[in-house]
């Protein structure tokens, strides 16, 4: 697949990129992306949730009342998560909810999504940004002419770049990541794929390994 590069501007240079077919043009595994985006959301999780159980809750462990005679159930300590603050039954303690995906799943999700987005004609390809100031007016000012500033985007570029991470960092539907930091669920989040021309290389030399 070939994409004709575009300026900041929002128009077509003479430069062209041509997308490897291992990487952009694969049948998608539909189960390696569920994998994938699962186990991304599940490291999410903070997993610090915690209610305390009848054995860690101060109250007096004097019985209530008599054994039998009451004409309702036996009774023998506050605690019992029968009553108005007692201790919870099987409550929640702190876990981690992270799962493991192997290298090749996740690489395989990873082209899966970029293949999708590649049939669907969401990937654009731009030339290298270089802010030498974060201004988020000036990155407003290019997704607009790229006619996108309505819709979720991400921006893959080849290497950390400050100013224009800051400049994006204020628009709640734009997202910057390097090529080594793209996720699957980032891809499928977005509804269209924003590539610098020097993240093309370093997106396939990642996945064709």
Known sequence: MELAVYNSEGKATSKKVKLSDEVFSIEPNDHAIYLDV????????????K?????????????????????????G???SPLFRGGGRAFGPRPRDYGIAVNKKVKALARKSALSYKAKENNIIVLEDLNFDKPKTSRYTDILNALKVADKKTLLVVADHNKNVYLSSRNLTAAK???????????ILNASNLLL?????????????N
Request: charged share 30%.
């Open 38 to 49: 699962k186990q991304y959301l599940a490291a999410q999780r903070q997993g610090t949730h």
């Open 77 to 79: 300590s506050m605690k």
């Open 196 to 208: 610098a021309e020097g993240s093309v290389t370093k997106i396939e030399n990642l996945l064709k």
């Open 51 to 75: 209610a305390k159980e009848r054995a860690e809750i101060a109250r007096t462990t004097k019985k209530l009342k008599r054994q039998k005679g009451t004409g309702g159930a036996r009774a």
């Open 176 to 186: 910057v990541v390097t090529a080594s930091e793209l996720t699957t669920y980032d």
